[in-house]
């Protein structure tokens, strides 16, 4: 059964930090690379940062150098490390297949930013 559950979202400020975590079942973890998507209200559903099995990392422009992807085999577990966040960081966040996979979308983890 594949399954993967987000989490670690919140509320925060200007300029903080938080780190998203994507649990994910050892049939999808050990097949495919992985992504973390985010949605905007209004927005369509975006990339945000990839990572292959082999630990290769793609980010989209507007979070190099503020976001890191990293994945901890042993646990099945991505992570997402998000510094300096912006007010347009806020969406819900989501985890996936690198491309993704229609039926993996997961309910997604929110992030508000706002002073």
């Known amino acids: 059964q594949v399954q993967l559950v987000e989490s670690g979202g919140g509320l925060v400020q200007p300029g903080g930090s938080l780190r998203l975590s994507c649990a994910a079942s050892?049939?999808?973890?050990?097949?495919?690379?992985l992504g973390w998507y985010r949605q905007a209200p209004g927005k369509q559903r975006d990339l945000v940062a990839a990572i292959t099995s082999g630990g290769s990392t793609n980010y989209a422009d507007s979070v190099k150098g503020r976001f890191t992807i990293s994945r901890h085999n042993a646990k099945n577990t991505v992570y997402l490390q998000m510094n300096n966040l912006k007010p347009e960081d806020t969406a819900v966040y989501y985890c996936?297949?690198?491309?993704?996979?229609?039926?993996?979308w997961g309910q997604g983890t929110q992030v508000t930013v706002s002073s």
């Open positions: 050892r049939s999808i973890f050990s097949i495919y690379a």
């Open positions: 996936n297949a690198w491309p993704s996979i229609g039926g993996y």
